[in-house]
């Protein structure tokens, strides 16, 4: 005869319990998140004060709309960054975390109530679009090193102004946050079973080992950047209202 043991049942009063101020990385992530969507909401409908030559803002890059467009024309490009970071899977994380304590943190337990379906259902099913932004995200990039190229010409000479090193730190930090995407990651490499069976495969896995490596620091790619364009623009915007001058060096 078989008998059937049964382990000891666990209380549901026993929660796993931390000791430590768990809750300061999600509070600063909520008040950082919140301060720059007002501001991005508030640049972005201004429409005015984000050229001066030869800088252009980053939330204006690349100006359209111009003689048919009647509102700000950064609303016409703004959606693709936006999109980009809010499907984002570190972002994605964060958020969760932070704004909706799913889970509040680690070692924590979860809020959620048996009616939770994931990110299956709308509104959350919109976060398989992050693929298609990359690409966005892609040629944004392609236009805002072409902004800063021209960030350099002054009056047809080259130059470095205050305002060019806050356009290439931009430039260089949105380049790395992008291109360390976990989406990008599988582009290049991830997709594949085999990298010795297939069409360039030595150099394609070169290609995945070096985004592997930037995807490590993802996370800080995404701050770093998010404070860079927030730097650049309030720096052309305090420029073109001419409240500051811009220190430059013209060779």
């Known amino acids: 005869m078989i008998t059937q043991t049964r382990s000891p ?15 300061v990385g999600p509070l600063i992530t909520v008040v950082v998140v919140v301060v720059f969507a007002v501001y991005a909401v508030w640049a972005a409908a201004q429409g005015t004060n984000y050229r001066v030559e030869p800088y252009l803002s980053p939330f ?7 003689g ?6 950064a609303f016409l490009v703004i959606w693709i960054p936006l999109g980009f970071r809010l499907t984002c899977y570190y972002f994605r994380k964060t958020y ?3 704004f909706f304590g799913d889970p509040p943190a680690c070692a924590l337990p979860e809020r959620r109530g048996a009616s939770y379906t994931g990110e299956s259902r709308f509104p959350f099913i919109l976060q398989n679009l992050h693929r298609y932004f990359l690409y966005l995200a892609i040629l944004l990039v392609v236009v805002h090193w072409y902004e800063t190229i021209q960030a350099f010409v002054f009056d047809g000479r080259f130059g470095i102004g205050l305002g060019t090193l806050f356009l290439l730190a931009e430039a260089v930090l ?26 360039l495969g030595r150099a394609r ?3 995945w080992s070096r985004v592997s490596l930037m995807n490590e620091r993802h996370h800080l790619y995404f701050w770093a950047s998010l404070i ?3 730097a650049a623009d309030l720096y052309v915007r305090l420029l073109a209202s001419g409240a500051i001058g811009d220190p430059r060096i013209i060779f």
């Open 9 to 23: 049942a666990v209380s549901s009063a026993v929660r796993p319990i931390r000791q430590d101020a768990w809750w």
């Open 60 to 66: 204006y890059s690349p100006v359209l709309g111009e």
């Open 68 to 73: 048919w467009w009647t509102l700000s024309p």
């Open 96 to 98: 969760y975390r932070s």
């Open 174 to 199: 949105l380049s790395g946050y992008v291109f360390s995407c976990h989406s990008f990651r599988h582009l290049v490499g991830g997709c594949l079973d085999c990298y010795s069976h297939s069409a």
């Open 205 to 207: 896995h070169r290609v």
């Open 228 to 230: 860079a364009v927030w």
